[in-house]
């Protein structure tokens, strides 16, 4: 492993971000690794894992210090989801969940919205980002979720798919079109809906072929009755603030893909030194070590790209869609190319629950599908070089 340490060597963190970087490496090695089996076979909500992260008060490193927070960089943040997911893909997810929908409030949020709400972020609690519909996925605009002005309150109506964190949430950052607003993407505007709000229901949880201790859900919203107080910008801003906090969360995913894919990377690692066949070991043989330079070399430029990426936000830059979804599609590729040849390696022990390969595979496929599909990711990149 001379490569990565050497790489990791090279990455610059200070002080309190190596101490950090340590707490939590230790939690995940004694806390969030030894619950992942189980978590992932019973289904169950890994409440003591987040128990663990929230001891160390991990929200608190996205969160303003006015609210409760220690703000930390965002290449900080985008290493400890590698590290987590590399321990636990539905943990993982469930902790970059709350980044990924309250980090619009942090950004567009006004005074008195962040101070009443981003306490309760700050402190431990779970968020949860309601974007697609049954009918509206990677176009947004399609969406049929209602916001209705009345008085001092605006009327919720529709429903929601797929939501991680959907039923364990204290706060939702839901996108629907505002009422009298005809342009499908003038319309779109977006709200905070509390947890309790009467009107909102939990109506499924979808069982799924990974992140089975992530909650991924089906909402409802009868009539909610949110205040004005907690639109989020003014109505049919909402389009704006979606595209912008998809420049966040995107490297997000990558990070949490690039976790999955240092697991598999280092199960093969293992397995091939430890695994005897036909009196050498499985990593003697030469395919294999073709196999593991190509997986390595691959690993090792998806790790810059997503540390530079992180780099351009902590910059300042806001322009980063094409960054973005460059980390993304590279690393969610490789999280699926790297689980499936650690399958591979693992004979039919990777077939077998007995070896974390299999529940690797299956906790990555979804890194090519949420967050954009990587078709969309491929077409964003590829018709940037079109000429205007």
């Given at each position: 492993?001379?490569?990565?340490?050497?790489?990791?060597?090279?990455?610059?963190?200070?002080?309190?971000?190596r101490?950090i970087?340590?707490?939590?490496?230790?939690?995940?090695?004694?806390?969030?690794?030894?619950?992942?089996?189980?978590?992932?076979?019973?289904?169950?909500?890994?409440?003591?894992n987040?128990?663990?992260?929230?001891?160390?008060?991990?929200?608190?490193?996205?969160?303003?210090?006015?609210?409760?927070?220690?703000?930390?960089?965002?290449?900080?943040?985008l290493?400890?989801?590698?590290?987590?997911?590399?321990?636990?893909?539905?943990?993982?997810?469930?902790?970059?969940t709350?980044?990924h929908?309250?980090?619009?409030?942090?950004?567009?949020?006004?005074?008195?919205?962040?101070?009443?709400?981003?306490?309760?972020?700050?402190?431990?609690?779970?968020?949860?980002?309601?974007?697609?519909?049954?009918?509206?996925?990677?176009?947004?605009?399609?969406?049929?979720?209602?916001?209705?002005?009345?008085g001092?309150?605006i009327l919720?109506?529709?429903?929601?798919t797929?939501?991680?964190?959907?039923?364990?949430?204290?706060?939702y950052?839901?996108?629907?079109?505002?009422?009298?607003?005809?342009?499908?993407?003038?319309?779109i505007?977006?709200?905070?809906?509390?947890?309790?709000?009467?009107?909102?229901?939990?109506?499924?949880?979808?069982?799924?072929?990974g992140h089975?201790?992530?909650?991924?859900?089906?909402?409802?919203?009868?009539?909610?009755?949110?205040?004005?107080?907690?639109?989020?910008?003014?109505?049919?801003?909402g389009?704006?603030?979606?595209?912008?906090?998809?420049?966040k969360?995107?490297?997000?995913?990558?990070?949490?893909?690039?976790?999955?894919?240092?697991?598999?990377?280092?199960?093969?690692?293992?397995y091939g030194?430890?695994?005897?066949?036909?009196?050498?070991?499985?990593?003697?043989?030469?395919?294999?070590?073709f196999?593991?330079?190509?997986?390595?070399?691959?690993?090792?430029?998806?790790?810059?790209?997503?540390?530079?990426?992180?780099?351009?936000?902590?910059?300042?830059?806001?322009?980063?869609?094409?960054?973005?979804?460059?980390?993304?599609?590279?690393?969610?590729?490789?999280?699926?190319?790297?689980?499936?040849?650690?399958?591979?390696?693992?004979?039919?022990?990777?077939?077998?629950?007995?070896?974390r390969?299999?529940?690797?595979m299956?906790?990555?496929?979804?890194?090519?599908?949420?967050?954009?599909?990587?078709?969309?990711?491929?077409?964003?990149?590829?018709?940037?070089?079109?000429?205007?």
């Amino acid at each position: 492993m001379r490569l990565f340490e050497q790489l990791a060597r090279t990455r610059g963190w200070n002080d309190e971000e190596r101490q950090i970087i340590d707490q939590v490496q230790r939690v995940a090695d004694a806390v969030v690794a030894p619950n992942a089996e189980h978590t992932d076979r019973s289904g169950e909500f890994p409440w003591e894992n987040i128990r663990a992260i929230n001891a160390l008060g991990l929200n608190a490193i996205f969160v303003p210090e006015a609210y409760g927070g220690m703000p930390m960089s965002y290449r900080l943040y985008l290493e400890l989801v590698s590290i987590i997911t590399e321990a636990c893909a539905s943990t993982g997810i469930i902790w970059a969940t709350s980044f990924h929908s309250m980090k619009p409030l942090i950004q567009y949020g006004t005074e008195e919205q962040r101070a009443r709400l981003l306490p309760r972020i700050a402190e431990g609690g779970l968020g949860a980002l309601a974007i697609t519909e049954p009918t509206a996925g990677s176009d947004a605009t399609g969406m049929k979720t209602s916001f209705t002005p009345e008085g001092d309150d605006i009327l919720l109506k529709g429903s929601k798919t797929f939501i991680s964190n959907g039923d364990v949430a204290d706060l939702y950052l839901v996108f629907g079109k505002w009422s009298g607003i005809e342009s499908p993407r003038k319309a779109i505007s977006a709200l905070i809906l509390e947890k309790g709000t009467p009107g909102f229901t939990v109506v499924s949880k979808e069982r799924k072929m990974g992140h089975n201790g992530s909650s991924t859900c089906t909402l409802a919203f009868d009539d909610c009755r949110v205040p004005y107080a907690n639109l989020l910008g003014a109505p049919g801003e909402g389009l704006s603030i979606l595209l912008a906090s998809l420049n966040k969360s995107r490297p997000s995913v990558a990070a949490h893909a690039r976790g999955i894919a240092r697991a598999a990377f280092k199960d093969m690692v293992a397995y091939g030194n430890d695994r005897v066949q036909s009196g050498k070991r499985v990593l003697d043989f030469q395919a294999n070590q073709f196999t593991l330079a190509d997986l390595a070399a691959e690993l090792a430029m998806v790790e810059h790209w997503i540390d530079y990426t992180g780099g351009l936000v902590d910059q300042g830059v806001e322009d980063i869609g094409l960054e973005a979804s460059i980390a993304k599609l590279r690393a969610s590729d490789l999280a699926m190319k790297m689980a499936t040849e650690c399958v591979q390696f693992h004979g039919g022990y990777g077939y077998c629950q007995d070896y974390r390969a299999e529940r690797l595979m299956r906790d990555a496929k979804i890194t090519q599908i949420w967050e954009g599909t990587n078709q969309i990711h491929r077409q964003l990149i590829g018709r940037s070089f079109a000429a205007k």
